[in-house]
């Protein structure tokens, strides 16, 4: 209990859950398990819990430098399917661990749940944060970006940019999209990815380091 672990923190709220019809929440909810199961399977140290329904809150501790890129895979995952969802990520430690993750505690979490907290005040879908005011400026600033990014994707351009985030070539996208990889390239630049794509190196080459 008393062992501080550095960690990555993401908590989410789904976006006008209470408005679906019992069949997209139904579709919904598949999302959500195919893809808790799916990523908790690739990052070994990701621990993740849905509570009241619509929230959900992941930590990642040897892997956190993945946080920014799972939350974008969700955000993609969520988007191409027509749902939404706010994330805010908090970068920081764990001092508190309990059976469960929403009720373990540190800074990281700290960090992570006022800034969701303000992202249902702003409107915004994404946020970033940390342990200390310098790093907290800085992703404030991408976080920015990325709402730009993420509120303006079509369904279409998140597909694309969910595959993109998982590796994938294009040519290999559009082999799943059955469209011409040129297609594709369109969709990923109309879709901002080389600047989500930068903000993402910058993010996996400064967590370790902090």
Known sequence: MANISKASVISGDIIGSSQ?????????QQLLDDFLKNTTAEWSDMQAQQYRGDSIQITLTSNRLAALRIALLLQTC???DNYKIRLAIGVGDISFKS????TSDGSAFQASGPYLDALTKSGDIISI???DEEFTS???VHSTSLNFILERLTQQQAEAVY???QDHTQSSIAKKLKIKQPSVHQRLQA?????????LNRFE?????V
């Open 99 to 102: 059976g469960q993750v929403v």
């Open 163 to 165: 595959l993109q985030l």
């Open 78 to 80: 969520l988007i191409k």
């Open 138 to 140: 800085e992703w404030q």
């Open 191 to 199: 879709a901002g990815w080389p600047v989500v794509q930068k903000i």
């Open 129 to 131: 944060a940390g342990f």
């Open 205 to 209: 080459s400064v967590i370790p380091t």
């Open 20 to 28: 679906l019809k019992q069949a997209s929440r139904k579709k919904l």
